[in-house]
């Protein structure tokens, strides 16, 4: 079980850089866990924190200004390994959305089976969001994952996204692929024997 | 019968079922393990109390962690050594067979799995790694998965996969000497982007595609995730199957004869058709080195960087914050900046080709003085294989040491960290900020390249 994601209003963190990759998102030195926890601590480890391990004042995650459950990334975020790591570092430091151009596949697959939303929005609204947070950081969006829906409040604009609905199910509902593959185990089976 | 691509006729032949309007049940034939991605999905699985489905369709090593120095000595640093000995104790306990430090198939996953001939065209194959890609040179499908999925797998050999769009890459005509596959990828990319590829699989194509070794096919479809693509493939032919011939897993007597009449039919149709298609001259392609922060930030050695002049708003910033990072400056010349590292290995570039291409570059010469280099064979077998053919006399008497088998440098999860600040012309993979170490900057390079960087202590053209 995941869970359920319906429906959030917040603030939200914005980090306007392209290419984002998932180095940056978590290093690899912070991949030795054998447990699924604690990796919100490491979320952007080497741009938020300085050398000697103090934050760093002009990292975004650093500056009180700042807040909220929405995290809006310049395009093409999330790229490089598959380390799912990085889908719990963001969902771990309290992130249920995140909002981009432009999504890498692995890491979009990765945030969807964690029950944190990737909603790709095209360049126009990004910049508006951007711009909209830097006026006021305060300002709220509403995501509506029923209606698929993300709404910039203080502009009143409104923008539709795709989500497969397959997917889209599963996060309203917080079931998780497992339950599904297992009701097909024999199914399963019977493919296999047919292929001997 | 409509004409279909190579990747449609394995992706259709692995669907279990079909939802509608959502992904595809698609069996995996083959499941390959290391101790950085499977833990968290070892224990869901035992919480949900299941037991692993298809443990013989499974193979673990441990290769992220692992030092590439004293290997017989337990591993000092303390969270290396857990997870290694977790996977040890889930492959134990669930009885999949797992070729650890001591073992004589050690090595890095994506190296081992083509070695052992476990890797064979026609497969779906997944791991919890993006590299993954690599064993689509066999013309398999192979990808990357997180450990949601590597869950899956467990329980139900299954996964769920939205098809991806096709690409296809034809590179057609002779390389020049002295250009590699590795120098390929660095093209195309450059040319393409790091995102060029998302949403796609690629198959690659054309004569330049069909001349190259098996060794050096791998070497691109593991660099085809650095385009953003899922993975890429080349159709299986007879270098393909001379390869895999007499290999420890791949089929014997009848089993082969009947593998290998099924695999001659995985090819594109003729008149399929490919959502994205690009063409690319053999002849274009020089020797190819990174400057910057993504492996899509490319140029010929000859070349210089841009000086990012049409770009705007924050894909400039972007531009200039990667400059920075490295230490760079728009419109500068590469060929003739000192480097202080040099890094042979990975899954990108770890393989006996590569280490002969090295040696036959440093042979006589000498290891510029100032430049540390870690030369990490891919596997105990390409070890092996480097001191049969007495590479390792060459290396050592031009100054270079052999280490051991794994990951290394390429993420730096081990002791290998490129220290801050410090260049390294490396033939890995990823060039992100921090990749090799924190600060460490990184310049991505065909095993040649990196040869004549560690020779002459700077970025250097190796057919001067």
Known sequence: MIEKFIKIVSSAVPLPIENVDTDQIIPARFLKAVERKGFGDNLFRDWRYRKDGTPNPDFVLNNPKYSGTILVAGKNFGSGSSREHAAWSVYDYGFRVVVSSFFADIFKGNVLNNGLLPIQVTEEFLFEMFDTIEKDPTAAFEVDLEKQAIRNINKSTELQFDINPYKKECLLKGYDDIDYLLSLKNEITAFENSRV | ?464
């Open chain 2, 1 to 464: 019968m409509e004409p279909t691509t190579l990747f449609d006729k394995i992706w259709d032949a692995h669907v279990v079922n079909k939802i509608e309007g959502g992904p595809s049940v698609l069996y995996i034939d083959r499941h390959f393990i290391h101790e950085v991605t499977s833990p968290v999905a070892f224990s869901g699985l035992e919480g949900r109390g299941l037991p692993l489905f298809r443990p013989q369709n499974t193979v673990a090593t441990p290769d992220h962690n692992v030092p590439t120095i004293e290997q017989h000595l337990p591993i000092r640093e303390e969270l290396s050594r857990k997870q290694v000995e977790t996977l040890t104790a889930n492959c134990e306990r669930h009885k999949i067979p797992m070729y650890g430090l001591s073992h004589k198939w050690h090595g890095i996953v994506h190296i081992i799995g083509p070695e052992l001939g476990i890797t064979q065209p026609g497969m779906t194959i997944v791991c919890g790694d993006s590299h993954t890609s690599t064993h689509g040179a066999f013309g398999a499908i192979a990808f990357g998965i997180g450990t949601s999925e590597v869950e899956m797998v467990f329980a139900s050999q299954c996964i769920l996969q939205p098809k991806p769009k096709k690409m296809r890459i034809n590179v057609e005509g002779k390389l020049a000497q002295n250009v590699t596959s590795k120098d390929i990828a660095l093209y195309v990319i450059s040319k393409i982007s790091t995102s060029g590829g998302t949403g796609h699989f690629v198959e690659f194509a054309g004569s330049a595609i069909r001349d190259l070794s098996m060794e050096a096919r791998m070497t691109l479809c593991n660099m085809s995730i650095e385009c953003g693509a899922r993975g890429g493939m080349i159709a299986p032919d007879e270098t393909t199957f001379a390869y895999l011939k007499g290999r420890e897993e791949a089929p014997k007597g009848a089993a082969w004869d009947k593998k290998l009449a099924e695999w001659k039919k995985l090819k594109t149709d003729d008149d399929a058709v490919f959502d994205t298609e690009y063409t690319f001259d053999a002849v274009d392609i020089t020797p190819m080195i990174t400057y910057g922060t993504n492996p899509g930030m490319g140029v010929g050695v000859e070349g210089s960087i841009p000086t990012g002049d049409e770009l705007a708003g924050s894909d400039k910033a972007t531009f200039l914050k990667s400059l920075e990072y490295m230490g760079f400056h728009p419109g500068e010349k590469l060929k003739g900046k000192k480097i202080d590292y040099v890094f042979i290995g990975s899954c990108t570039n770890g393989r006996i080709e590569d280490f002969r291409l090295f040696a036959d570059y440093i042979k006589g010469k000498k290891k510029a003085s100032w430049v540390t280099a870690w030369i990490v064979p891919g596997s105990k077998q390409v070890e092996q294989q480097i001191r049969e053919e007495g590479l390792v006399e060459i290396m050592e008497s031009a100054g270079f040491a052999l280490r051991q088998p794994g990951c290394s440098a390429c993420l730096a999860m081990n002791d290998d960290k490129i220290p801050e600040g410090k260049y390294a012309v490396s033939t890995s993979n990823r060039n992100f900020e921090g990749r090799q170490g924190p600060g460490a900057r990184t310049l991505l390079a065909s095993p040649l390249m990196a040869a004549a960087a560690a020779v002459n202590g700077v970025i250097s053209d190796p057919r001067d």
